[in-house]
């Protein structure tokens, strides 16, 4: 079994919704103690990590671990892309790429514009095409939630990139954040988790956008030759 560690959304040294600018960090801290009891092999950060000496601490903190990252709404790429080198694309100043591994293939996404650029598109198709099961990590959910924050904040192009990834005869299982809560869709062939973040909750409001400061979390995915399952760990009151 391989476990991985999905985090997402640490907002780290924000000054929204805390003004303790050390909460956001004593929560990653946290969750980094929970996965040092786990057996966990890899951390998956899905997006918006943080600002100025938080992205520092961040990888500090995740330098001895095996990390991968894609890019949130709130990264960026030219202060990102000086602590972290894999899947850079410098003429698009994007981070993507893939992982193939004997029963899975890893496809990491940047959505950091708020859409999938029609580059980004191609290379996906390509990717598509071997027959393996697909996990997907994006910051964006691509299967849209009948919320506010989803008629806010949802990827631009998400029909398009719907449609490419129906039109695969794969199985793809989708890890994304964003949305500060935890959500579980199945469109077709895609299955999608949304994981809690690191730092806040948004309550799962059709008409407004209400913060819950109280609780954070992670998703621990397992991978199995032939099956995959996940966990969401939540805690709560610790600021």
């Known amino acids: 079994m391989y476990k991985i560690a999905q985090i997402t959304d640490l907002h780290l040294d924000e000054s929204y919704p805390f003004e ?31 600002e100025n000496e938080g992205i520092e601490y961040f990888f500090k903190r995740l330098n001895k671990r095996k990390l991968s990252i894609t890019l949130g709404n709130h990264d960026k790429f030219s202060i990102l892309s000086k602590y972290y080198f ?3 694309n410098s003429s698009s100043k994007k981070i993507y790429r893939a992982d193939s591994r004997k029963f899975y293939k890893y496809i ?8 999938i650029d029609d580059k980004q598109l191609l290379w996906l198709e390509k990717e598509l095409k071997v ?30 990139v719907i449609n490419i990834l129906t039109s695969s005869s794969n199985k793809i299982t989708i890890y994304c954040g964003h949305y ?9 062939n895609i299955t999608q ?28 995915i ?6 995959m399952s996940s966990e969401v ?5 610790a600021n």
């Open 108 to 115: 990491y996404l940047d959505s950091s514009k708020g859409i």
């Open 20 to 50: 303790n600018k050390s909460v956001a960090r004593k929560r990653l801290d946290i969750i980094l103690k929970d996965i040092e009891c786990r057996d966990i092999s890899q951390v998956v950060c899905t997006g918006d990590i943080g």
């Open 180 to 188: 500060h809560m935890e959500s579980h869709k199945i469109y077709k």
């Open 193 to 220: 988790f949304i994981t809690p973040a690191v730092s806040f909750q948004i309550e799962k409001n059709i008409d407004t956008i209400e913060i819950n400061s109280k609780k954070f979390g992670y998703r621990i």
């Open 222 to 227: 397992k991978l199995y030759k032939h099956a």
């Open 233 to 237: 760990i939540i805690f709560k009151d």
């Open 131 to 160: 027959s393996k099961t697909m996990i997907i990590f994006i910051h964006h959910p691509i299967i849209g939630l009948n919320l506010k924050v989803d008629a806010i904040g949802k990827l631009i192009n998400q029909d398009k």
């Open 86 to 88: 894999n899947g850079i």
